[in-house]
């Protein structure tokens, strides 16, 4: 094999073990010098390759089958209109009369409405970006290691709040940090079928977390009290 | 980093021709029935669900940037992926081979992307979505600066060296699984992993931003 062909070896695969080549190796130090060259773009490559992938991507895949097995039914459009629009009037004297005056209901039900939204569209958060918007409530996270995957402003019983969601072990938990000139009545504790909640009074706002793991509850309010810090 | 420019991105013939003659099921292809590259990560006897379950924690990731380094485009590689792991589910009883489930699931992937040139689904413009290329996170500075500039050069790269050396660097794919899953001759394969490495090899050199003596 001549220099050429085997320079074009390692080119098409820096980790070749064809044998006329490790021959050439053994007894050509420029050869080994090029192989260990190619060996480091390709380190440099293998690396350059691992872009971050959206944190709730594999959650978002796993929905897939349960999507699936609702089947459609020729009267599936004129039920879903019914539905709508009984949902929509039940909700609405609902919101107004026993949701309305209770935080953790309001917490649930930001945490339901945004679920599809939030997993298709959760992005790592930088935490300076998390801080700007936690500024408007005097507050600031202080090293926090957790990745933020979510933080947008809402509204409780129209008073502005923000929504943030951090990756957890089994998913992610939500927290709202809600200002306490709100009407709401605050619920120490909170659950549904699906979620548990706390709220934690803190100086400024109501710190309310939402998951449907009981361990999220366990480890996040104490790392809230510990990192997320309020000037007076 | 500045703003990054790249040539609008070829259609890939090798995918397109081939789409054409696939059924819409996604079939298991057939050379993936010679290809054991893969460890198993799931038995027969699981169910349908766990087989899933065991796809999408094992080979997502490495979808989604397979995706991204077809298209360069975060958004669409997303969409790319939920594309392929729903057809892979529809699907999912025809693959009998654990062992070929990565280069099964690269192959619906491929015919997904190439789907998306047929339909003109999505109005995309490589020159505006440059952004994402930025999106990473590094632990140090001088690394991520070095990932920025290669990847820079390899989003430069022609799509048809692209993607062997992204098969080749991502995958661990060697130049025969390369072959079967692009359907392009062996000699063909290597031809392009050679000009690949060697077009960006040149371009970091003249840009002077890595070298290794």
Request: hydrophobic share 40%; glycine share 4%; proline share 4%.
């Amino acid at each position: 094999m001549t220099n050429t062909e085997l320079r074009r070896l390692l080119l098409t695969d820096p980790y070749s073990q064809h044998p006329a080549l490790q021959q050439a190796l053994a007894q050509d130090a420029d050869l080994r010098q090029f192989a260990h060259q190619l060996q480091q773009q390709q380190h440099a490559l293998e690396d350059a390759l691992q872009i971050p992938v959206p944190p709730m991507l594999a959650e978002q895949l796993l929905q897939i089958p349960k999507l699936q097995k609702r089947r459609w039914h020729w009267l599936t459009p004129l039920a879903l209109a019914a539905s709508v629009a009984i949902v929509s009037l039940l909700g609405f004297f609902g919101y107004q009369h026993s949701y309305a005056n209770d935080i953790g209901s309001h917490a649930l039900a930001h945490v339901y409405h945004e679920h599809d939204y939030l997993l298709s569209h959760a992005r790592a958060q930088p935490l300076e970006e998390v801080n700007l918007k936690l500024a408007d409530f005097g507050a600031n996270l202080q090293e926090w290691q957790d990745e933020i995957i979510y933080a947008r402003y809402c509204t409780f019983q129209g008073v502005r709040s923000l929504h943030l969601a951090v990756k957890t072990a089994s998913g992610y938990a939500t927290i709202f940090v809600i200002p306490k000139d709100t009407d709401l009545k605050t619920t120490p504790h909170f659950t549904d079928q699906h979620y548990q909640g706390l709220t934690l009074a803190m100086l400024n706002a109501n710190v309310v977390v939402v998951s449907d793991n009981p361990a999220d509850l366990q480890q996040l309010p104490a790392k809230l009290h510990r990192k997320l810090v309020f000037s007076a | 980093m500045g703003s990054l420019h790249f040539l609008p991105g070829r259609a890939n013939k090798a995918s397109l021709n081939t789409t054409n003659v696939q059924s819409k099921t996604a079939p298991m292809p057939e050379h993936t029935n010679h290809n054991q590259h893969s460890a198993a990560v799931f038995t027969l006897g699981d169910s349908k669900a766990k087989r899933y379950e065991l796809l999408v924690k094992h080979y997502h990731a490495d979808l989604y940037r397979y995706g991204y380094w077809l298209c360069k485009d975060a958004e669409i590689a997303q969409d790319l992926v939920q594309e392929t792991f729903l057809r892979a589910w529809k699907s999912l009883d025809s693959l009998l081979d654990p062992h070929a489930a990565k280069a099964w699931l690269i192959t619906i992937l491929r015919r997904e992307n190439a789907r998306r040139f047929e339909r003109k689904q999505f109005a995309f413009d490589d020159d505006t979505e440059q952004d994402s290329l930025a999106d990473t996170q590094q632990s140090s500075a001088e690394q991520q600066y070095d990932n920025q500039v290669v990847r820079k050069h390899l989003a430069a790269l022609p799509e048809e060296y692209r993607e062997p050396l992204v098969l080749q660097a991502l995958g661990g794919f060697s130049s025969d699984e390369i072959a079967s899953l692009l359907q392009l001759n062996v000699n063909t394969v290597n031809t392009r992993l050679f000009r690949a490495r060697k077009l960006l090899r040149a371009s970091l050199d003249v840009s002077g931003e890595r070298h290794h003596d």
